[in-house]
T-cell receptor, first 108, second 114 residues
Framework: RKEVEQDPGPFNVPEGATVAFNCTYS??????FFWYRQDCRKEPKLLMS???SGNEDGRFTAQLNRASQYISLLIRDSKLSDSATYLC?????????FGKGTRLHILP | SQTIHQWPATLVQPVGSPLSLECTVE??????LYWYRQAAGRGLQLLFY??????ISSEVPQNLSASRPQDRQFILSSKKLLLSDSGFYLC?????????????FGPGTRLTVL
């Protein structure tokens, strides 16, 4: 089993819809969690950290479920500019693991 | 504010040639520094990280090496490139000394080995 797994997609979602994707991790010792977005042929950019209590940044909400070992990202009122690949990152003291990403296409 | 630079942006090299990619960070001191590779259709693979000058940890055995000659300079090298070294090379920096936290990426170098 891979240490960090994401559904590769693509998720094709109409503009204005709500979309959610999950990322599962296998090591319960994982300590910190992040979502990054990566546009085609560009570097990843930090979208948001994920806190145990859940956190929101505008249209984006991140959740962490330690018991089930997954994190989630919810995007409300999706925009065309949200089209990108979303990478889940799971860190421990000695290791950083990036998921392969979930591709999202927002359709006009 | 902090900025991270990488060069060159693109590179085409023959098999067996040497490689040197440079990364510099401005606006912060004593950052953690990282080299990643992203091969086509694959996820980000951590190659090296450094928590201080001259301190390099290697994550994946291969024909690449890294050096940190100055606090905010990180260099990725190879003596002889392989076809499998093609990919998108990303440098990143992080704030928390000794801890892998939030990372910020440079614009990357797209390397093609022919």
């Amino acid at each position: 089993r891979k240490e960090v797994e994401q559904d590769p997609g693509p998720f094709n979602v109409p503009e204005g819809a709500t979309v959610a994707f999950n990322c599962t991790y296998s090591n319960s010792a994982s300590q910190s969690f992040f979502w990054y977005r990566q546009d085609c042929r560009k570097e990843p950019k930090l979208l948001m950290s994920v806190y145990s209590s859940g956190n929101e940044d505008g249209r984006f909400t991140a959740q962490l479920n330690r018991a089930s070992q997954y994190i989630s990202l919810l995007i409300r009122d999706s925009k065309l500019s949200d089209s990108a690949t979303y990478l889940c990152v799971v860190n421990r003291d000695d290791k950083i693991i990036f998921g392969k990403g979930t591709r999202l296409h927002i359709l006009p | 504010s902090q900025t991270i630079h990488q060069w060159p942006a693109t590179l085409v090299q023959p098999v067996g040639s040497p490689l040197s990619l440079e990364c510099t960070v401005e606006g912060t001191s004593n950052p953690n520094l990282y080299w990643y590779r992203q091969a086509a259709g694959r996820g980000l693979q951590l190659l090296f990280y450094s928590v201080g000058i001259g301190q390099i940890s290697s994550e994946v055995p291969q024909n690449l090496s890294a050096s940190r000659p100055q606090d905010r300079q990180f260099i990725l090298s190879s003596k002889k490139l392989l076809l499998s070294d093609s990919g998108f090379y990303l440098c990143a920096w992080g704030r928390l000394a000794g801890v892998h936290g939030t990372q910020y990426f440079g614009p990357g170098t797209r390397l093609t080995v022919l």
